[in-house]
């Protein structure tokens, strides 16, 4: 247990596995942050042994600084969803709204403020998110082409959710206003505290990116409220290498992870339909890639289909406990 969290108005949530000297330079980033003394800092961990007690000693660290930050050693089976979910239980009654963060993000300045201004001046909204770039600063807009429209795989526009639960990331589209968003991603997310009185993580999703789990939270979440993108919070994912899976098991994880998302949250023939429409779309854009990786991740590919097709998948063939 991590020692007492003082009362504040805000918190942030980290969750990590095994890197140590990643999570460093996230909590350099979050506490060069204004008001870093007054939002204290919860640190998930579902480390290994060794790493462990590596990421302990970070923490330790920083906890001799102005930000307040805090170790909790997570003792179920490692997975970002119930590590999360640890998390929140952890805050103190005073938290009114909930941070999350990867442990590979770079926060740029104003981070915090900009998010939390917009819950405070937008009552009606139940969690905002921010701007995620790659490291190379690369813009996070997708290039949108017929064929992208045709198989609904992709929109010209942020933050949605298709009818095949296919998604498109926020970027900005030239204006500093609040963006809706159908969906957020947890890497650069906040939530009013209140949201986890009805609904959780799901603790079903677990192993490494790709997840889901924050398209599958997010989407629950906007049934009962607007979600929103803050154009002026913006953050860059380094994508640490740890704790993630190879060219063939990602293709096979996403796909799978897409079909338990539709399944579980668009339940409608048409939905699914439209899920098998975008999975041939995909196929053929895989056969005709000139990518290097192209062969790995076709095998992988197919192989989702496969667990697709005879529910050969924990989240498949077990009713998700995900409220």
Partial sequence: MPEDIAPASEAVVICTRNRPDVLRETLRSVASQS?????????????????AER????????????APVHYHRYSGAPAATRQRNAGVALLPDSVEIVHFI????TL????????????????????????????????????????????????????????????TPAWPIGTEDLQPAEWLSTCASS???????????DPAVEGPSPRLEDLDFSARVAEDGPLAVVPGA??????????RRGTAATARERLVRRYWFVRKNMDHPLNRLAFWWSALGQLAALVVSSHPDR????????????QVW?????????ESTGA
Avoid: K, M
Avoid at 102 to 105: F, K, N
């Fill in 234 to 243: 913006r953050c860059v994912h380094r994508v640490s290498s740890r704790n």
């Fill in 310 to 318: 005879t529910r050969a998948h924990s989240l498949l063939y077990e």
């Fill in 55 to 66: 990421t302990a000693r970070v923490v330790q660290d920083w906890s001799d600084e102005e």
């Fill in 102 to 105: 990867d442990d590979d993000a």
């Fill in 295 to 306: 062969n790995a991740a076709l095998w992988g590919y197919l192989q989702g289909v496969w």
């Fill in 191 to 201: 939530y009013r505290a209140r949201v986890f009185d009805t609904h959780r993580f």
């Fill in 108 to 167: 740029r300045a104003g981070y915090f403020d900009a998010l939390r201004a917009a819950l405070e001046h937008h009552p009606h909204l139940l969690g905002v998110g921010g701007i995620i770039t790659a490291s190379g600063g690369t813009s996070p807009r997708p290039s949108v082409h017929w064929g992208h429209r045709l198989f609904l795989l992709r929109v010209d526009r942020p933050s949605r959710v298709l009818s095949s639960g296919q998604t």
């Fill in 35 to 51: 008001g870093a003394a007054e939002r204290p800092v919860l640190v998930v961990d579902g480390s290994d042994r060794e790493e």
